[in-house]
């Protein structure tokens, strides 16, 4: 591989700040490697939106930061893109450049772990409906007892900001409280918008039950891809760059919270 190549930046992409928790274990696991994020936040929410529609996104935005910012990897940094999107965006790139989903790194941490018995995923709606952790655990596992919970309201409210109050707590108290999750031993945070209110779920299950994020999961899975396809740079080139399809205050101040101020954040309406 040439060493050009290797100094490429990593393409990252959600609907808006959920992949941010991705992009921030990247960072800190491969703290050489330049980022190019982008969030589609003129789409948010992903989760009420149909397949053909996220994968029209999906094929658009990868367009961009494989073309235009030449990226050496794709990661997408969101459940519902990568159960609509991830078979497609790997078949068309499969040996050009590796592309990465949040799901499959996942599921193979839940089922290393002998302890669990039973799984619950909360996740988008279309997540949910796509089926595919379901298939992947049952594929993988079929004794492991699997459930699913779609949790519709969450990734909006975090990507407003609004958690850690009495209202979202009732939500999440509601939701959590559901049928289907219960008796389960651990619970997959299957929407990368999830870790921001990581604690508040862990609080509601005193501690008592697994919950599993993808952030350093799919950092680490990521790092051995890109050390086996020897892509790892070995120089830092230029900082990190955030794109968003459409300006909004709540994605500036947690990418800021995340990354610090000296952030470059540009608007990019890929659509236009
Ligand atoms: N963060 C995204 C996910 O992991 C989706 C949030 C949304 O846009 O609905 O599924």
Same mark, same amino acid.
């Given at each position: 591989?040439?060493?050009?190549?290797?100094?490429a930046?990593? *393409?990252?992409?959600d609907?808006?700040?959920g992949g941010? &928790?991705?992009?921030?274990?990247?960072?800190?696991?491969l703290?050489?490697?330049?980022?190019?994020?982008?969030?589609?936040?003129?789409?948010?929410?992903? *989760?009420?939106?149909?397949?053909?529609?996220?994968?029209?996104?999906?094929?658009?935005?990868?367009?961009?930061?494989? %073309?235009? +910012?030449k990226?050496?990897?794709?990661?997408?940094?969101?459940?519902?893109?990568?159960?609509?999107?991830?078979?497609?965006?790997?078949? @068309?790139?499969? *040996?050009?450049?590796p592309?990465?989903?949040?799901?499959?790194?996942?599921?193979?941490?839940?089922?290393?772990?002998?302890?669990?018995?039973?799984?619950?995923?909360?996740a &988008?709606?279309?997540?949910?409906?796509?089926g595919?952790?379901?298939?992947?655990?049952?594929?993988?596992?079929?004794?492991?007892?699997? &459930?699913?919970?779609?949790?519709p309201?969450l990734?909006?409210?975090?990507e407003? *900001?609004?958690? %850690?109050?009495? @209202?979202?707590?009732?939500?999440?108290?509601?939701?959590?409280?559901?049928?289907?999750?219960?008796?389960i031993?651990?619970?997959?945070?299957a929407? &990368?918008?999830?870790?921001?209110? +990581? +604690?508040?779920?862990?609080t509601y299950?005193?501690?008592?039950?697994? @919950?599993?994020?993808?952030?350093?999961?799919?950092? %680490?899975r990521?790092? !051995?891809?890109?050390?086996?396809?020897?892509?790892?740079t070995? +120089?830092?080139?230029?900082? %990190?760059?955030?794109?968003?399809?459409d300006?909004?205050?709540?994605?500036?101040?947690?990418?800021?919270?995340?990354?610090?101020?000296?952030?470059?954040?540009?608007?990019?309406?890929? !659509?236009?």
């Open positions: 591989m040439p060493v050009e190549k290797s100094n930046p990593i *393409g990252i992409f609907s808006g700040i941010l &928790t991705v992009a921030k274990a990247i960072s800190a696991l703290p050489n490697e330049e980022l190019v994020y982008f969030g589609d936040t003129m789409h948010m929410p992903y *989760g009420e939106k149909s397949v053909n529609l996220i994968r029209a996104y999906a094929l658009k935005i990868t367009d961009f930061l494989l %073309n235009v +910012k990226c050496k990897a794709i990661v997408i940094a969101c459940n519902t893109a990568s159960a609509a999107a991830y078979e497609v965006l790997r078949d @068309i790139h499969i *040996g050009n450049v592309v990465i989903n949040v799901i499959d790194p996942m599921v193979e941490a839940v089922i290393a772990d002998n302890t669990i018995n039973r799984v619950g995923v909360i &988008t709606k279309t997540t949910v409906k796509s595919t952790y379901q298939e992947k655990f049952y594929r993988r596992k079929p004794t492991l007892e699997f &459930t699913a919970l779609a949790t309201l990734a909006s409210m975090i407003e *900001g609004f958690f %850690n109050n009495n @209202i979202s707590t009732a939500i999440l108290e509601k939701y959590l409280s559901h049928s289907e999750l219960d008796s031993d651990a619970i997959v945070l929407c &990368t918008h999830y870790p921001l209110i +990581k +604690k508040e779920i862990d299950y005193k501690g008592k039950v697994k @919950i599993f994020d993808s952030a350093e999961i799919v950092a %680490n990521l790092k !051995w891809i890109l050390e086996k396809e020897n892509l790892l070995d +120089k830092r080139t230029k900082d %990190n760059l955030f794109y968003i399809s300006y909004t205050e709540s994605f500036a101040q947690t990418a800021q919270q995340f990354f610090g101020s000296n952030l470059q954040l540009k608007e990019n309406n890929l !659509w236009e």
